[in-house]
């Protein structure tokens, strides 16, 4: 198994939700790597609950991709393909272009303040290599324009696609050369928003989307091809 984790705990839950959303983060963080078998009874020895609650969320997590099922091998976590990834990216890049035109005609002043201070958060963030922590600031200025919106619809939207995006994200936010790039790309989409220039924002939004995607195909090519070096 890989790094170790906990067992988040919520009164409010019952013992298989709680079990399902630990094994989920765990996989959308990284924590628990694609193609990593999940077995229950070291899962369930890890997390201090019996089989059944395992058994559930490995079911629950297959019927949402996240986790497969091999023939002789059980539960494994899913491999992030180019596939699954174009997919997600292909709305993404229609959303966010939306959510940057839309802002241009509604963001508040002080939203724009805080929309420069994610920027420099983010850029701050990356000094630290902490790739956690650059996720959650790179979120944080996303949000701050979906919100700037104000379309209620479009934040859910948003919100339930950011969730399958963390997976990739982590992949994305942990190549380090690629962070200046990241930086101007949020300065770019920040000054465009500022100065109520729809085409350049939008613009500048789906390049963001783009250079995503060029990244994370690439390093989805190299795991691959060390991949099948090593069964060779």
């Known amino acids: 198994?890989?790094?170790?984790?906990?067992?988040?705990?919520?009164?409010?839950?019952?013992?298989?939700?709680?079990?399902?959303?630990?094994?989920?983060?765990?996989?959308?963080?990284?924590?628990?790597?694609?193609?990593?078998?999940?077995?229950?009874?070291?899962?369930a020895n890890q997390l201090g609950v019996s089989r059944t609650p395992i058994r559930e969320a490995i079911r629950k997590l297959e019927l949402e991709g996240l986790v497969i099922m091999i023939p002789r091998r059980g539960a494994e976590v899913a491999r992030i393909t180019e596939k699954s990834l174009k997919d997600v990216l292909e709305v993404r890049r229609a959303l966010d272009a939306l959510s940057v035109e839309l802002a241009c005609d509604r963001i508040t002043e002080e939203d724009t303040e805080r929309l420069l201070d994610a920027c420099h958060e983010f850029e701050q963030a990356t000094k630290g290599k902490d790739a956690a922590v650059i996720a959650k600031a790179d979120v944080a200025l996303h949000d701050i324009i979906v919100e700037a919106t104000g379309n209620q619809r479009l934040m859910q939207m948003v919100n339930n696609l950011s969730e399958q995006m963390y997976r990739y994200r982590f992949v994305y936010i942990k190549e380090e050369s690629r962070h200046d790039n990241l930086i101007a790309e949020h300065r770019e989409i920040y000054e465009s928003i500022a100065g109520r220039d729809k085409e350049r924002a939008a613009k500048a939004a789906k390049l963001h989307i783009d250079n995503q995607e060029k990244s994370i195909i690439r390093q989805i090519r190299l795991e691959n091809e060390s991949r099948l070096n090593k069964r060779l």
């Open 1 to 43: 198994m890989g790094e170790q984790f906990q067992i988040d705990m919520n009164e409010f839950l019952p013992l298989r939700d709680v079990v399902f959303n630990t094994l989920r983060k765990a996989i959308l963080t990284g924590q628990l790597k694609p193609g990593e078998r999940l077995m229950e009874v070291h899962l």
